[in-house]
């Protein structure tokens, strides 16, 4: 699993160190400058409850998003009280571990209030969206949905995390919601330049490319 996680993750531009055992996963996170820690609990030599408290009493706050088959309330009660700030149960989807990822890493960042991506701008204070130096009027829909798109640029976001992000629960939107906003930002954002930053990738959601092309 170790191995596949590393693969996936490392296609999203993520960089990954492995450890096969709990005793060296706690020496590399006392050592080593990481973002997050994908934890397993059933580990070798030092499992992953303990490894998580030892970090916490040494005063390393490296967020860490359990990963393990250990699925009852009182397993999930004791990750969390190990100083774990996310909790995820096998089997999952690599799509879900990697929302859920994401959000870790947002959490106790200073909140970016704009982003670039090629000549598409957008300042979240003003709420003021740009592509090429002109404005672009959306609604609400769709400057939250390209939100997302810029939060995770060059990532593939799936249907369902953009449900969470946009409208906060699935039964809110229609089956073909997102793509019909989809669409419609589409053709604000693109459909007059040559170059496409919108991308569909089937079966998995969508993604806001960080260098467009002409298709």
Known sequence: ?????????????????????????????????FQAILLDIMLPSLDGYSLAKQLRAD??????????AKDNVTDIVAGFEAGAEDYLTKPFSFLELLARLRSLLRRGQPETRSWQV????????SHEVHRAGQMVSLTRTEYLLLKVLLHNAG??????????????????????GVDVHIRSLRAKIDQSHPIKL??????????????????
Do not use: C
């Not at 996680?5 to 005793?23: F, H, K, M, P, S």
């Not at 390393?60 to 998003?65: A, E, G, K």
């Not at 090629?118 to 204070?125: H, R, W």
């Open 155 to 176: 990532h593939v976001v799936s249907r369902d995390e953009i449900v969470r992000s946009v409208w906060g629960a699935p039964h809110t939107v229609e089956n073909n």
């Open 198 to 215: 919108i991308e569909t990738v089937r079966g998995f959601g969508y993604r806001l490319r960080m260098a467009g092309n002409n298709r």
């Open 1 to 33: 699993m170790a191995s596949v996680l590393r693969q996936g993750l490392e296609q999203e531009n993520y960089e990954v160190t492995i450890a096969d055992n709990g005793w060296k996963g706690l020496l590399l996170a006392q050592s080593g400058s």
């Open 118 to 125: 090629a000549d598409l701008t957008m300042d979240d204070a």
């Open 59 to 68: 005063g390393n706050r490296t967020p860490i998003l359990m990963l393990t």
